[in-house]
């Protein structure tokens, strides 16, 4: 028997960071390297009791075999081959090119359903808006003082809802079980967040101006820091820039401009919606 072997030493407990580096470039690894019906066991190390806590149904799903986590076990094992580290095929992408059996992100959200899918009927939320006919619009919220908050989010929410989405507002904590932000996030058309990325669905990036940071209110609006942020932090992305950007900065929606991205939004996930009711 093979095992698959990766450290968690890098920057998890982010969602975003634990997928793009290390739950995607896992998955494009087991395909990469094992057959169909292989068998491996997923050994972990570097890792931290809550993140193989929170992720166990996930890591578990890869293989019928227990987890082993080298920081804990002191027992020997013994196996036939040994694959070391993982697999990227870059910024939240999985290439079918590059695998054998032709793996895509619709495959991924497929094996995210198998993890966190029998969890569905737990969700009595999810189970009323699927009977609904308007597209359905997640808006991930922040609070507490941890940045890049959408500081005008009702106004938002209301303008989704005049252009025809039902609104959602999704604030997840650190305590927020992942079958139950897959069963919202799953069960929606389009989603609405400051520095994320729908995995299975298009991305639309929304770029904000300048007036639309809350740093300008702290910072001259003609500075480096707001111009050009990409010049001002150089090849360098140190704590205190990474504070200023990610900690301290909050948005203002620009409502005129984001609802054309909104209405473009609706328009294509009315036509899945109208597609789904003529199936």
Known sequence: MSLPWYSLRGYTGNFFHDFNDGIIPLFITIHSVFSENQEFVLVISKARDWWVRKYADLLQTFSKHPIIN???????????????GLVSHGFMTINPKLLPNSQTLIHFRSFLDRAYGRHRGENHAT?????????????????????????????????????????????????????????VINSSHAM?????????????????????????????????????????????WSN???????????????????????KNAYKKAKKFVDKGDSD
């Open 192 to 236: 609405v967040g400051v520095h994320g990325r729908a995995m299975g669905l298009e991305y639309m990036e929304y770029r904000i101006e300048v007036e639309e940071s809350s740093l300008v209110d702290k910072y001259d609006k003609n500075s480096l820091m707001l111009k050009d942020p990409i010049a001002f932090q150089g090849k360098k």
């Open 70 to 84: 080298l920081d804990n076990d002191s027992s020997a094992h013994c196996f036939t081959s040994a694959t070391i």
């Open 127 to 183: 189970t009323v808006n699927s009977l609904k006919r308007r597209p359905r619009l997640v808006l991930m919220s922040r609070s507490g003082g941890v940045g890049r908050v959408i500081l005008n989010q009702i106004q938002v929410k209301r303008i989704a809802e005049k252009i025809g989405f039902d609104v959602t507002i999704f604030e997840p904590t650190a305590n927020t079980p992942l079958w139950q932000a897959y069963a």
């Open 240 to 262: 205190d820039i990474m504070s200023i950007y990610l900690k301290e900065q909050n948005v203002r929606l620009d409502l005129a401009r984001f609802r054309e991205y909104l």
